[in-house]
């Protein structure tokens, strides 16, 4: 989850070193509330998506049209790990 958040802050616009960190500190953090927690799919996208969005608007001051067209994507991959968790094949 943490590459996720990553990979997903490079592409976002305005970005800098500072907010990649954040990213990578952020998505570990959600990575390992969801693990601990057992969510699945729809939960671990919500969660995800819902901190990515803060994490853009408090890195950002706002949130451009870009963001949206990034955060499709970024919300399948979530729910394809909340998935692969459900599943037990991240175990």
């Not at 969660?47 to 970024?74: D, K, Y």
Request: aromatic residues 16%; hydrophobic residues 55%.
């Amino acid at each position: 989850m943490a590459a996720l958040f990553a990979a997903t802050d490079g592409f976002c616009p305005h970005g800098g070193f500072p907010s990649f960190l954040a990213a990578l500190g952020g998505g570990a953090l959600v990575g390992w509330i969801a693990h601990r927690l057992g969510l699945e799919r729809f939960a671990t996208c919500f969660l995800g998506l819902a901190s990515m969005a803060a994490l853009q608007w408090a890195s950002r001051g706002g949130l451009t049209a870009l963001h949206f067209f990034v955060f499709f994507p970024f919300a399948s991959a979530c729910a394809y790990l909340g998935y692969l968790r459900e599943e037990g094949g991240q175990e």
